[in-house]
């Protein structure tokens, strides 16, 4: 049971490059998330899939698009990368709401 | 967060003290309440979690207390050890911004 997997888990872009961070969950979890996570900041929501076949935005989704390709997998994407999206990024999948959540070990990423 | 206010954002003590964070919600429909501990450059993981219908919960040193009426709920370390450094955060689903900011916990041995 590897419960939530990220990849990858570090990342350097340049501004203006596009990337797509991956997260799959193995424990039939019904909703995923994405969070970001500045440096001694909290976890603030970027979009989150209550279900396969939903998703919806959370506190901070400009910049970002995300894709629930099936109930294990739940996929951000980052267009047009900036500075500002410099972070780490963590998935984490609940088996319904917000109970419980289990997080992936993060992607550290690094727009310059 | 905006649903979940967490206080205080940083505090120390001395191992063996007792250490007390507390969180208000103000979401009436939230009924549960999880705490994460965040070791540095690290995942968030699960420590323990209330249910509404439940006043206390124990689970060896730690414990978390809920008041449904005052919107608050707090987690209780006791015979705090320099592991328990970390930052905690609490939770009160459903809502958008369901965590609080964290309070970085200092055990000083």
């Known amino acids: 049971n590897a419960g939530v997997t990220q990849t990858p888990k570090f990342q350097v872009l340049k501004t203006g490059q596009s990337m797509t961070l991956q997260c799959a969950q193995d424990m039939n979890h019904n909703s995923m998330y994405w969070y970001r996570q500045d440096p001694g900041m909290g976890l603030r929501l970027i979009y989150y899939s209550a279900s396969e076949g939903t998703t919806d935005k959370g506190e901070v989704p400009n910049g970002y698009n995300v894709s629930r390709l099936n109930k294990r997998e739940f996929s951000l994407r980052l267009e047009s990368a900036a500075p500002s999206q410099t972070s780490v990024y963590f998935c984490?999948?609940?088996?319904?709401?917000?109970?419980?959540?289990?997080f992936g070990s993060g992607t550290r990423l690094t727009v310059v | 967060g905006e649903n979940v206010e967490q206080h205080p954002s940083t505090l120390s003590v001395q191992e063996g003290d007792s250490a007390v964070i507390k969180c208000t919600y103000s979401d009436s429909a939230s009924n549960y309440f999880p705490w994460y501990k965040q070791e540095l450059g690290k995942r968030p993981q699960l420590i323990i979690d209330i249910r509404s219908n439940v006043g206390e919960k124990k689970d060896q040193r730690i414990a978390v207390t809920l008041n449904k009426t005052a919107k608050h709920f707090s987690l209780h370390i006791t015979e705090t050890q320099p592991e328990d450094s970390a930052v905690y955060f609490c939770a009160a689903p459903p809502g958008k911004s369901t965590f609080g900011d964290g309070t970085t916990l200092t055990v000083k041995p």
């Open positions: 984490a999948s609940s088996e319904w709401g917000g109970d419980g959540y289990t």
